[in-house]
């Protein structure tokens, strides 16, 4: 494979990440949930205040991967990173993409907060890549478990 | 017990609310996790750009416990709510205080984000509390697992 670039995310991109998040979601077996739009993606990553930040990786022009980070809290540490997604088009699949882009987010990490954080589906065969990078899953050494209250729930809450 | 208030914090709550941190972290049996101080929760939460949220509970002037929440990103739904922490002192519990900080954090999420996520510990008794308000164990149902990078593989990355 030719030379790929990582670079941080331009508004226009965001049309190829929406792509790209709804191939992730299908990836993830849970392709209804992607209720967001581009629109969303620009408004949200591209104002004064972002709320999400993006890396892609590029190759002859054309968006092959992405990743997206968030700013996050722990009353342990204090301001974190979390990962919260990180795709490659299937085709660019094992030639290091998707390690330059954990790299650029984790390097941040390094530099600021100390740890990284994401989420992972315990049969996604990405849970090898992300062992060798050094992360420990803590649901199974801390048995942390992922909560929800979802719209259905919140709404019976306050109904 | 006497009616308690349930109020956004101030910037001169956060010594109580450290004392707290450290209360959780000793419930959750990992009482050297905490590395942040009072003043570093001032300056993240009480700035122009507040990295987390906080409601407190207070009684005849006491801060009885609090909630820690801040904005995160969802590719699939756009800016989403996770909820930190949650504690009542010991003495305070079982009378209504925990849902009614709950409630406080999870109708923002109700009339913005249509889903509120957090970590518990599996073996934590409040699983119980947080299921009769409807939160479902997404490590369970969907096999979400919580992978982390820690300071030591940080370092070992970018040695």
């Not at 965001?14 to 209720?35: Q, S, W």
């Not at 092959?64 to 990173?81: D, N, P």
Request: aromatic share 14%; net charge negative; charged share 30%.
């Amino acid at each position: 494979m030719k030379e790929f670039l990582v670079r941080k995310a331009k508004k226009e991109d965001m049309k190829d990440v929406y792509e790209m998040i709804k191939g992730l979601a299908i990836f993830e077996k849970m392709p209804n949930e992607v209720k967001i739009s581009p629109e969303t993606l620009q408004k949200d990553g591209f104002g004064p205040n972002p709320t999400f930040h993006c890396f892609v990786a590029e190759l002859n022009s054309e968006i092959i991967g992405f990743t997206i980070y968030y700013y996050c809290y722990s009353t342990w540490l204090g301001t974190s990173i979390f990962l919260e997604d990180l795709f490659v088009k299937e085709e660019f699949r094992k030639q290091g993409v998707g390690e330059e882009l954990f790299k650029k987010v984790a390097k941040l990490a390094h530099e600021s907060s100390h740890r990284l954080d994401f989420h992972v589906l315990r049969w996604n065969p990405a849970v090898d890549f992300y062992k060798k990078l050094g992360a420990i899953d803590l649901t199974k050494t801390e048995e942390w478990h992922l909560y929800r209250l979802n719209d259905e729930a919140l709404n019976k809450l306050f109904s």
